[in-house]
């Protein structure tokens, strides 16, 4: 049911940030294939698409946030072997290991490149920057409406993992996905995710 649903929608892509009522600050947005929403959380899933990132070993996603920030900044207003200014997409996500608080390890932070750049992005002339491209994935997706911190991360990642326990859903354990929306400015419609990436086939036990 799950693969014949894949085969029938449309490829995840970036696109329109339209087509996403909590895409709202920039033109364009990583869309998906919703497969199934239970009370808990969403299933999704995303094609393969190139993103630029950096990593930055520390002891707390506060830590990395504003480095690793202005280093793919930089990418995006010029620091690229073309000199090209490219325009910010959403989400910003954020590769989190999961481990003591105590011990450093490597964070990810990626900026989406826009539909134009997916097939040449240009090189970063920064060594710390580097094009990735992340292979198409399930992901499971609890959503809520904090700013992306350590507090709200942790309360949210443990959220999620305790639905797919209960749910007995199998899913990639060390690290899971935070991604935002917005910019750091306050507002009241604020809209963040949690991800983990699924493994086997998406359990959508209750869903609606």
């Not at 085969?7 to 600050?25: M, Y």
């Not at 990639?172 to 983990?196: I, L």
């Amino acid at each position: 049911f799950v693969g014949l649903l894949l085969v029938l929608t449309a490829e995840a892509r970036v696109g329109n940030s339209s087509l996403l009522e909590f895409c709202r600050e920039t033109e364009q947005c990583l869309l998906f294939d919703l497969i199934c929403k239970t009370p808990k959380y969403e299933v999704r899933h995303y094609d393969s698409v190139k993103w630029v990132s950096t990593d930055y070993t520390t002891f707390s996603m506060e830590l990395m946030m504003v480095p690793s920030f202005w280093r793919l900044y930089g990418y995006i207003t010029g620091e690229n072997e073309k000199g090209q200014k490219i325009s910010m997409t959403a989400p910003v996500l954020m590769k989190i290991p999961e481990k003591s608080i105590f011990k450093r390890d490597v964070y990810t932070m990626s900026f989406l490149l826009p539909e134009e750049y997916q097939m040449n992005p240009p090189k970063p002339t920064n060594n710390a920057v580097y094009i990735q491209e992340m292979p198409a994935m399930n992901v499971y997706v609890l959503s809520h409406g904090e700013m992306m911190h350590t507090f709200s991360d942790n309360k949210y990642s443990k959220e999620l993992s305790t639905a797919l326990d209960t749910a007995r859903a199998q899913y990639r354990k060390g690290f899971h996905y935070t991604a935002g929306y917005d910019s750091p400015k306050p507002k009241k419609n604020r809209h963040s995710e949690v991800w983990y990436v699924v493994e086997g086939d998406p359990v959508c036990s209750g869903s609606e």
